[in-house]
């Protein structure tokens, strides 16, 4: 059965407070403070068995507090601190963020960057899904990929390159969104796992230049990835970007739907991609009225 977590917390409390006071002739004032820690943690545990997770949090803080401050082991507060994140992260998420944040701290002062990696993406995670921070979110993700990268892990970066991409091109910050889908379409080229994804790549790097606007650069662009992948220019991507092209210099809002359905017909355009495209429509509507 488990022990009350309140009763525990009393007792941790009060070893807390044994450690601080008085003077200790025997020394053992260390052992005192390691008692209060691991009494704070089985506190904190308990408060978790219960699914009181933000009282869990709070104790697994006031843990790693004595951790860090009282026995000089930043590694053990590093750790508890994650587990304050998890506990924290679905009922308050800015608690669950600023922890993980000063782990983060601590294991790049280690120059242990893959791990770092790992819980920057948690961070980027929850700034995304449970704050609602896009911008926090993407410089997160941006973050942890350069981690993964400087560790020699493609892969690991590549996947966020992606998710930074996603989230760049939906705040309108199409160059940032182009650049990162280049770049990993470039580093997929030579690699047999990846090299079947590269068309889509292209494709929404295109979608990211037809909004961004620039009809010159969105041709040079198409002619550059038919070149870097000389399979690309048979692709239905390609021509489904050369035709939309055409759509937008001649004005034809009508002709741009009938290209993305019968595209969307074989090959289902996912809601990003739909998000994005109905700017590009947009934006033909509007010069429309701006001419008429």
């Not at 704050?131 to 892969?155: F, R, V």
């Not at 937008?248 to 991609?273: H, T």
């Amino acid at each position: 059965m488990t022990q009350d977590p309140r009763v525990l917390l009393q007792k941790a409390d009060k070893a807390a407070q044994g450690a601080t006071g008085g003077f200790s002739l025997f020394g053992g004032r260390g052992e005192k403070w390691e008692n209060a820690a691991d009494l704070y943690t089985q506190a904190a545990n308990a408060f978790r068995v219960q699914k009181q997770n933000v009282e869990a949090g709070k104790t697994f803080e006031k843990a790693a507090n004595i951790q860090q401050s009282k026995l000089n082991e930043p590694d053990d507060m590093a750790n508890t601190l994650t587990e304050a994140f998890k506990v924290y992260r679905k009922e308050s998420p800015q608690d669950a963020a600023r922890v993980l944040a000063i782990a983060i701290q601590h294991y790049t002062s280690r120059g242990n960057f893959r791990r770092a990696a790992t819980h920057q993406q948690n961070l980027a995670e929850v700034y995304e899904m449970e704050i609602g921070d896009q911008k926090k979110a993407l410089e997160a993700y941006d973050t942890a990929a350069q981690w993964y990268e400087s560790d020699n892990a493609e892969a690991l970066a590549n996947k966020l390159y992606l998710k930074v991409a996603d989230l760049a091109a939906l705040e309108g910050d199409y160059q940032n969104a182009i650049t990162k889908l280049e770049t990993v379409a470039k580093s997929s080229l030579n690699n047999n796992l990846m090299r079947w994804s590269v068309k889509d790549y292209f494709l929404k790097a295109g979608i990211c230049h037809l909004a961004a606007g620039d009809q010159v650069a969105t041709k040079r662009a198409l002619q550059q990835y038919a070149e870097l992948d000389g399979s690309f220019a048979s692709t239905r991507e390609n021509m489904l970007l050369n035709d939309l092209v055409g759509c937008v210099e001649e004005g034809d809002q009508e002709a741009f739907s009938d290209k993305l359905f019968q595209f969307d017909s074989l090959s289902k355009l996912d809601k990003w991609k739909t998000t994005l495209l109905l700017r590009v429509k947009n934006a033909i509507e509007k010069e429309e009225e701006d001419f008429s």
